[in-house]
């Protein structure tokens, strides 16, 4: 059965910077893109971000575009989220997600998720 | 951006109802949309992809239909169990995108 753990979930303040992680197992991480998705509280799914199996291509939401960066490291099979310049907007459950056989696609894979707030 | 509007936003519907939700793309996608169930806390667990297509494991009660821009997802005889926000999804393309959610409700 596929792992996914999110982490670095944390309260920060605006324009500050985060990092999250996704821990993968159970399956070749180095395999497959991978996906980063938020949900705000109450609120609908976003997607944010895919970044292929070898890291060779990134993709991102608008909404986040220059500020946040996606990056894996299959020898660690772990998948990052760096955000930069937060804005209180960021604020929402942070899920990864493995993608298929190609970067449009999601598997039934995700993790628990992690909560980012952003205030001041 | 496709955009992808699903209705209703929400529902009241008892055990043994069918519910119907509807999802509609701005633009041609094909059969690349998914149906998710998320329930409070969770993630979202895929129930249906290329539009039609039953993941596996998930209870035949589940069905999807439609293409191009309109779309429809099922469930027939609503069980506890069933009481969830569900969403679609498009993966046609970049980047992608998801309705606003339904939420089926006890009555």
């Known amino acids: 059965q596929v792992q996914l753990v999110e982490s670095g979930g944390d309260v920060v303040q605006p324009g500050r910077s985060l990092r999250l992680s996704c821990a993968a197992s159970?399956?070749?991480?180095?395999?497959?893109?991978m996906h980063w998705v938020r949900q705000a509280p109450g609120k609908g799914l976003e997607w944010v971000a895919v970044i292929s199996f070898d890291g060779s291509d990134e993709f991102y939401a608008d909404s986040v575009k220059g500020r946040f960066t996606i990056s894996r490291d299959n020898s660690r099979n772990t998948l990052y989220l760096q955000m930069n310049s937060l804005r209180t907007e960021d604020t929402a459950v942070y899920f990864c997600a493995r993608g298929g056989f190609t970067v449009t696609t999601i598997s039934n894979s995700w993790g628990q998720g992690t909560l980012v707030t952003v205030s001041s | 951006d496709i955009q992808m509007t699903q209705s209703p936003s929400s529902l009241s519907a008892s055990v043994g109802d069918r519910v119907t939700i509807t999802c509609q793309a701005s633009?041609?996608?094909?059969?690349?949309l998914h149906w998710y169930q998320q329930k409070p806390g969770k993630a979202p667990k895929l129930l249906i992809y290329?539009?039609?297509t039953l993941e596996a494991g998930v209870p035949s009660r589940f069905s999807g239909s439609g293409s191009a821009t309109d779309f429809t997802f099922t469930i027939n005889s609503l069980q506890p169990e069933d009481f969830a926000t569900y969403y679609c999804?498009?993966?046609?393309?970049?980047?992608?995108?998801f309705g606003g959610g339904t939420k089926v409700e006890i009555k």
């Open positions: 633009q041609d996608i094909r059969k690349y």
């Open positions: 159970r399956f070749t991480f180095s395999n497959f893109p």
């Open positions: 290329d539009a039609s």
């Open positions: 999804q498009q993966y046609d393309r970049l980047p992608l995108t």
